[in-house]
C-alpha cells in the first residue's frame, strides 16, 4: 500500500511539474523583416513549442529599430540582416550585436520601372537605389554588371554615388531608404530593390528582375542574411534551439518550396 501510495504521489507531482512547464513556456521574442524572415520563422513555431519554447515574432518594417531593440534587451534576436549591414551598425552605434547563423540569400534585383527593358534605357534615366551603406554599394555593383556605370573598387562596400567613375548614359541615382524603393518604381525607370522588399512587393528576382546577384557568387556568402543576437547570449538553450531550427532540413524545404530561387538556403 505505501508503494503504492508513494507511486501515486509521485505521478502526480509530475503531472503538476509538467502542467506547470506547459503553463510557462519560455518566450522568445524575434524581430524581423515581414518577408521572407518572418514567414520563415513563423515555419518553426510548432517546433520550438514542442521544445517549451514561445517563439514571439515581432514584424519591422525598417532596418534600424530591430538592432537598436536587440541592443536595448526588447528582443531576444533579430532575423533581416547580413554581416557587413551588422558590421557597420555596430560601428555606426557602439553595438555589440553578433551573428548566431547564416539562415538565407536575397539576391538584389534590378526591377523594371517606367523603362522595361534595359536595352531600352535612355540618357539620363532615373534609378533608385537603397541608401544604407553596403546596399548602395552593393547596388552599384550590380548596375556595373548590368553595363550601366562603372565603380571604383578600391572603396569596396562603402561605394557611393561619387565613386562612380563611368557613366555614358548619365544616370540619376535615387537613394531612398530601403523600404521604399520598391513603391517608387512607378516614378522611376529602374530600381535596386532588396530581396525582403521586393517579394513584400510581389516581385521576385528569378522571375522579374532584369538583372539579380547570382546565387553561387561572392555576394551569396558575403549578404547571407543572419541571426543576430547580443553578444554572450549564444549559450542560452533556447537561443541554440532557434539556431537549430533555422538551420533544420525542414526550414531549408521551406525556403526552396516556397521562394522557388527568389530566395535561397545559406546552409
Excluded: C, W
Excluded at 523583416?33 to 510548432?46: C, D, E, F, G, Q
Excluded at 531612398?176 to 518604381?185: I, P, Y
Amino acid at each position: 500500500m505505501k508503494r503504492i501510495k508513494t507511486a501515486v504521489l509521485a505521478a502526480l507531482a509530475l503531472t503538476v511539474a509538467l502542467g506547470a512547464a506547459a503553463a510557462d513556456p519560455i518566450v522568445l521574442k524575434v524581430g524581423a523583416s515581414p518577408v521572407p524572415h518572418a514567414s520563415i520563422l513563423k515555419s518553426i513555431v510548432p517546433a520550438l513549442k514542442a521544445q517549451g519554447i514561445d517563439l514571439q515574432i515581432v514584424e519591422f518594417t525598417d532596418y534600424v529599430q530591430p538592432n537598436l531593440a536587440l541592443a536595448n534587451k526588447e528582443l531576444d534576436a533579430n532575423y533581416f540582416q547580413h554581416q557587413p549591414y551588422l558590421t557597420d551598425f555596430n560601428a555606426q552605434h557602439g553595438t555589440t550585436i553578433v551573428a548566431a547563423v547564416n539562415v538565407h540569400f536575397e539576391p538584389l534585383g534590378l526591377y523594371p520601372g517606367k523603362t522595361k527593358k534595359l536595352a531600352d534605357l535612355k540618357k539620363g534615366a532615373t534609378i533608385a537605389v537603397p541608401n544604407d551603406t553596403t546596399n548602395e554599394a552593393r547596388s552599384l555593383l550590380l548596375l556595373e554588371s548590368a553595363g550601366l556605370i562603372k565603380v571604383n573598387h578600391d572603396v569596396g562596400l562603402k561605394a557611393t554615388v561619387k565613386d562612380i567613375t563611368s557613366n555614358p548614359k548619365n544616370i540619376q541615382v535615387k537613394e531612398l531608404e530601403a523600404a521604399q524603393v520598391a513603391r517608387s518604381l512607378p516614378d522611376v525607370d529602374l530600381a535596386v530593390i532588396n530581396g525582403n522588399y521586393a517579394l513584400d512587393a510581389g516581385l521576385s528576382a528569378s522571375k522579374d528582375a532584369l538583372k539579380a546577384e547570382a546565387k553561387d557568387s561572392l555576394a551569396a556568402k558575403t549578404y547571407a542574411n543572419i541571426l543576430a543576437i547580443r553578444k554572450g547570449d549564444e549559450s542560452r538553450p533556447e537561443i541554440k534551439a532557434l539556431v537549430k531550427a533555422l538551420n533544420s532540413p525542414e526550414v531549408k524545404k521551406f525556403i526552396i518550396d516556397t521562394y522557388k530561387g527568389a530566395v535561397a538556403p545559406a546552409f
